[in-house]
Antibody, heavy 117, light 106 residues
Framework: QVQLQESGPGLVKPSETLSLTCTVSGDAINNYYWSWIRQPPGRGLEWIGY???????HYNPSLKSRVSISVDTSRSQFSLKLSSVTAADTAVYFC???????????WGQGTLVTVSS | DIQMTQSPSSLSASVGDRVTITCRASQSMTRYLNWYQQKPGKAPQLLIYLVSTLQSGVPSRFSGSGSGTEFTLTISSLQPEDFATYYCQQSDSTPPTFGPGTKVDI
């Protein structure tokens, strides 16, 4: 069974960089695209981007200037960096697997990141 | 971007009811339409992908249909564990986008 687990700071100061890591187990990271999705409190879901094991990444144009997603196949991990954060970036951040159907079939439990001084 | 809308935004139903949720896309799509269920404090769970294919382990009371710009999720007989928020998501073009959600409660 595929399992994903997010890790990283739960509190980030405004203007700083949010950094999260997702650890994948139960499946080789050398398949599929691996994604980050976020959900502000009480609101809907927003796709941030995804990365292939080769390192090729695709980002949401609305965040593209601030986001970077990378992969470390040796550790079965992929990571998110979001720079110049504001309160609007406060959300639960999920990592997820994207199969060829384009859906997101396995998700981490999510981690709440609050942007506040 | 393809914008997704859902109707209704919320509904009240009873155990045993047949429930239908509609998702509309801002432009015609192929078959890359997916549905998720989310319960409070939990990650979304994939129910249906490619319009009508049931994800492994999902009960057969869930079904999906549709084409073009209009798609439907149907729960044939609502069970207590089905009270949740449901989202559609298109993967027809990048960026993938989600509908705003439909909350199903008692």
């Amino acid at each position: 069974q595929v399992q994903l687990q997010e890790s990283g700071p739960g509190l980030v100061k405004p203007s700083e960089t949010l950094s999260l890591t997702c650890t994948v187990s139960g499946d080789a990271i050398n398949n599929y695209y691996w994604s980050w999705i976020r959900q502000p409190p009480g609101r809907g879901l927003e796709w941030i981007g995804y990365v292939f094991y080769s390192g090729s990444a695709h980002y949401n144009p609305s965040l593209k200037s601030r986001v970077s997603i990378s992969v470390d196949t040796s550790r079965s991990q992929f990571s998110l960096k979001l720079s110049s954060v504001t309160a609007a970036d406060t959300a639960v951040y999920f990592c997820a697997r994207r199969p060829p159907s384009g859906s997101f079939d396995f998700w981490g439990q999510g981690t709440l990141v609050t942007v506040s001084s | 971007d393809i914008q997704m809308t859902q109707s209704p935004s919320s509904l009240s139903a009873s155990v045993g009811d047949r429930v239908t949720i509609t998702c509309r896309a801002s432009q015609s799509m192929t078959r890359y339409l997916n549905w998720y269920q989310q319960k409070p404090g939990k990650a979304p769970q994939l129910l249906i992908y490619l319009v009508s294919t049931l994800q492994s382990g999902v009960p057969s009371r869930f079904s999906g249909s549709g084409s073009g710009t209009e798609f439907t999720l149907t729960i044939s007989s609502l069970q207590p564990e089905d009270f949740a928020t449901y989202y559609c998501q298109q993967s027809d073009s990048t960026p993938p986008t989600f509908g705003p959600g439909t909350k199903v409660d008692i």
